[in-house]
């Protein structure tokens, strides 16, 4: 797969990586642990540009998200887990990806897309029940667009700085943002807190 995706960049270029990336978010049967680890690790010999480079899995990868909020805005839940139940065997979605991905939705609220596109395993699935509550598209595109982008940043960064070892990656990027994720909550948490207080006081 490796061999195959470097020759993608390889022929294609920025298009190539912003291809993978978006075939990524519909499909998800190649990770973007090692598309975007690989893309910097090309830029980092010279070959691309490595903000080209970043421009180009963003892009990607919001391309890539947006049919599934389409699709769960227009289809609705049950009739798409029914659908994708039914063509398991040559659709790489399940039942229980829209449910996992509706009950991080339901917890988070409208800040659960941006904590979903920096976190594996879900972050292709969170337009679904995104589009099951008809959240709006500018929001949804927005925090869409800001967590995407420090995902493929952070991902094409660590390629870079990583080299030939750059399959490392994958390792290291599950626990790395769960660790992300909690500060961002805490954040967020605090931040309410502070805010109550002020209109008490007030």
């Known amino acids: 797969m490796v061999h195959w995706m470097a020759s993608v960049m390889g022929s294609l270029g920025y298009v190539g990586i912003a291809l993978l990336m978006l075939i990524e978010n519909i499909v998800v049967f190649i990770p973007s642990e090692l598309i975007m680890p690989l893309a910097g690790f090309v830029a980092a010999q010279g070959a691309l540009s490595f903000w080209g480079v970043v421009l180009a899995g963003w892009i990607g990868t919001l391309a890539g998200a947006m049919p ?9 839940r049950q009739r798409l887990e029914a659908w994708v139940d039914r063509r398991g ?4 979605l399940r039942g229980r990806d829209i449910e996992r991905a509706t009950r991080w939705f339901d917890r988070h609220g409208h800040f659960a897309v941006f904590l979903a596109r920096v976190t594996p395993g879900i972050r292709a699935w969170i337009g679904v029940p995104a589009g099951f509550d008809r959240m709006p598209f500018v929001p949804f595109f927005l925090n869409s667009a800001l967590g995407t982008g420090i995902w493929v940043l952070a991902l094409a960064y660590a390629g870079r700085t ?10 290291i990027v599950g626990p790395a943002t769960w660790v992300v994720i909690g500060a961002l909550i805490l954040a967020a948490v605090i931040g309410v807190v502070r805010r109550r207080r002020r209109g008490r006081r007030g």
């Open 68 to 76: 599934w909020y389409v699709i769960g805005r227009s289809i609705g």
């Open 89 to 92: 065997r040559w659709f790489p």
């Open 162 to 171: 990583l080299g030939r070892h750059y399959k490392q990656v994958s390792r």
